[in-house]
């Protein structure tokens, strides 16, 4: 079993920046990588970024270059840097583990889930 809080939710204005953190517990095995995906009423829960078993970020097209996924493992902290925010990122965001040693980008892949951040931007 995993345990995922996720923090740093909030509203900022377009082109702001908030930082997203994760804190986990549980046994190793099942958090080889993780991610963070997001979901917008009405539409499916998406994958944000993920970060493999060696640590090697990936990033979906649509935030690639704004969102910086970074893992501490001494701290059991994933955290989600995002920068240059637009009203489409608006959302609630979720940490998820999974016993891949790559995660994909599809919900299906995640083990475990935290609750869950809330993202509002506005303009």
């Known amino acids: 079993q995993v345990q995922l809080m996720e923090s740093g939710g909030g509203s900022v204005q377009a082109g702001e920046s908030l930082n997203l953190t994760c804190k986990y517990s549980?046994?190793?095995?099942?958090?080889?990588?993780m991610g963070w995906f997001r979901h917008v009423p009405g539409k499916e829960r998406e994958g944000v970024a993920t970060?493999?078993?060696?640590?090697?970020?990936r990033y979906a097209s649509f935030v690639k270059g704004r969102f910086t996924i970074s893992q501490d493992s001494a701290k059991n902290t994933l955290y989600l840097l995002m920068t240059n925010l637009k009203l489409e990122d608006s959302a609630k965001y979720y940490c998820?583990?999974?016993?891949?040693?790559?995660?994909?980008?599809?919900?299906?892949?995640?083990?475990?889930w935290g609750r869950g951040a809330q993202v509002t931007v506005s303009s």
């Open positions: 998820g583990a999974s016993t891949r040693a790559s995660a994909s980008f599809y919900p299906s892949s995640i083990g475990f």
């Open positions: 970060v493999d078993v060696n640590g090697t970020p």
């Open positions: 549980g046994a190793p095995e099942y958090r080889e990588s």
